[in-house]
């Protein structure tokens, strides 16, 4: 891409010397003057502000990996301790929340069993009681949290924070989810997809100089979150990389089958964790849900290997799409079926691609396994989240009011 | 998108200051320093480098829509007129070049009838042949040109300036357009695919405050340019956007078309100009190329309406599953087939996006066509190629060097 003609526009603010800080640890004054071009008196009334509010701190007096001796003198630093991020990643059937640093990094964890079809409210009571537990624990008070991070299996208008006509979610429809909590926590509240928060922390994690990356995600449903200049695209209204419910015609005479979504033959239909589970039972295998159905295909059962073998070839077709559309230089497969069954699907998908999309977008593409497994929604959510709590126009607006 | 936490890196350079001009139009020093946030000693270095190269001036020297008598004294403006920049929108069959002044504003125009498969040095003889023309005709040197700037219709590797792996354009293959340039002008010179540009007219042109645009060309072949976050999205390797080489399944049995990339079953060997041709010989017709097989679709003939009302709903089917994966504000419908025969082809579209894609991508979706027509690529071209040359980054440079 190229330059941003308009990246000289706008005062650098508070938020632009803090998010210096952020990115690349302990400055001098003098270095953030060098870094933002910002004049002596500038940067001095910016961390005035900043140390005022406790987000900056003289770098000695803050936790670091760094031991606090032998820093040279005049340093500052981000205070990551000055308060907490609290985050929830919301599966179908399970959901993990974390205590976080100011910067993201995940720290105490629980998790409980739910049915996300039981509604907002009640999956919101759990998610809140294990918040409770987690400050409870670490000794902080409501007022410590300086933002609030979900992230859901379904569409998420992200500038609303709800979660809009979802195939799974009962109830969950434009709920609003930053009312709910506004009642218990002074904080901004971020709603986003699972695969965004995924794509994210696969991208800071193990990707982070690359500029296109398309996380598929394969379990129970299959959806994707896309990358795009380094950062998390969601399109016009936050429904980008809805790859489950594109609709294939197997072009095999047979009627396609229902999705979740209302549709017929979509993708999550043919290729899902809830598809394998459907197509087992049909065949006579009493398996009771996905993690079943993954152990019986782990065991060498030729009904499973065949609902994988297709299963790949189906997804193969719809990331060969993506690939072309979006040409990503790395494709990450996540999910609990991608981890369990990947590599009977990997080589499906991998032959599409490379038969189907252009040799210009394949040359240098890799096809790679998740690096952070079951965690990536929840390290994504925090880092996300740092990012909104932290945005120069939002800090702008705190130190300000 | 979330803020950039990284926005305040990176010290503002004299490329920032001019950006602030090229984008505002005519500034004071203050106003310069309220909009930078750069000391009054910083913007006075920078706007001293800028007045020594000539790339700013006073603004009552420089031509512009306001009259300079009445303007507020100490304002500095953007010297477009400094230099010109030279821009060839190259298509298969015919080009058009034009001289436009240093903003990428349109102003003398050429044109002449090609065959793009004659090779690279065939055609750009004939682009630099023209630009002399213009060169001429308004009085300029060639070291007057500050930037070539070339769309073409094939795949771009936009890093290196080169066309790679074209299905069409015989003998261009990682031609080095660069290199042939230099030995003649001493300036930056930009490849870019056809479509890109096209998007990039249309977003500045007719929907400047959209976010994320598809523009779908369905000329002689098929392809699409991406807008996010209002600029060009290329993918990794400038790939993005292939969407005429998308396999498709139509489920009907029929043994799928050989496409001109050397796939079968691509879209565009379904619904696009040359299929419309191939299909309409077939059938007994006598066309002898695009635009006569779609004036015979004008006059009512049963065969080219068959043909389009079928291309209108496989190319529905791909771009519901674009917009299913971009979440596009806007898709607009450009290229010869849908400027000729675009009413054929909406009702088609429509019908498969609205029925495919969520309903949170397309509630408040526009389909429209083409603001600017056939004028598009040139347009886009210049306005991309102005980006270019004067990306704060390049300006640094040429002010240092």
């Known amino acids: 891409m190229q330059d941003d003609p308009n990246a000289g526009n706008g005062p650098a603010s508070a938020g632009d010397v803090l998010a210096v800080f952020r990115s690349l640890g302990p400055q001098t004054r003098a270095e953030v003057m060098e870094r933002t071009g910002l004049s002596r008196s500038t940067v001095t009334q910016r961390l005035d502000a900043l140390l005022a509010h406790g987000l900056v701190v003289p770098a000695g007096e803050q936790r670091d990996d760094v031991p606090s001796r032998g820093r040279p003198a005049g340093q500052f630093a981000f205070h990551r301790d000055r308060g907490v991020l609290l985050v929830a990643d919301v599966g179908a059937s399970s959901l993990r929340v974390a205590l976080c640093d100011l910067l993201g990094t995940v720290g105490l964890e629980r998790s409980a069993v739910i049915d996300v079809a039981s509604g907002p409210r009640a999956v919101l009571d759990v998610v809140d009681g294990l918040f409770r537990e987690l400050l409870d624990a670490s000794g902080r008070p409501a007022a410590a949290v300086h933002g609030i991070g979900l992230d859901v299996p379904g569409p998420v208008d992200f500038a609303a924070g709800t979660v809009v006509s979802p195939p799974i979610m009962t109830g969950w429809d434009r709920f609003d ?225």
């Not at 809805?242 to 015609?249: F, Y």
């Not at 459907?278 to 295909?297: N, P, T």
């Not at 065991?299 to 193969?316: H, I, K, S, V």
């Not at 040359?363 to 990012?387: E, F, K, M, N, Y």
Request: proline share 4%; charged share 20%; hydrophobic share 50%.
């Open 177 to 401: 989810i930053r009312g709910w909590f506004a009642e218990r926590y002074p904080c901004p509240v971020m709603v986003d997809k699972d695969v965004n928060a995924m794509a994210f922390a696969e991208h800071r994690a193990a990707h982070p100089d690359v500029d296109a990356l398309l996380m598929l995600k394969i379990g129970t449903g299959v959806g994707s979150g896309i990358i795009a200049g380094g950062r998390v695209y969601r399109g016009a209204d936050g429904a980008a990389g809805d790859i489950g419910h594109v609709q294939l015609d197997t072009g095999d005479g047979s009627d396609p089958p229902l999705c979740r979504c209302g549709n017929v033959g979509c993708l999550e239909a043919y290729a899902s964790g809830w598809a394998l589970v459907r197509d087992l039972r049909a065949a006579g295998r009493d398996v009771q849900g996905v993690d079943a159905a993954l152990a019986l295909a782990a065991t060498g059962d030729p009904e499973a290997a065949r609902f994988l073998r297709r299963a790949g070839r189906l997804l193969g077709g719809a990331v060969a799409e993506a690939v072309s559309l979006l040409n990503p230089r790395v494709v990450v497969l996540g999910g609990q079926v991608a981890a369990s069954a990947g590599d009977q699907l990997v080589a499906g998908i991998r032959e599409l691609v490379y038969r189907r999309s252009l040799p210009l977008a394949t040359a240098r593409l890799q096809i790679v396994p998740s690096a952070l497994g079951t965690r990536a929604g929840l390290v994504g959510s925090a880092l996300l989240l740092a990012d909104v709590v932290f945005a120069p126009s939002r800090v702008g607006a705190l130190l300000a009011g």
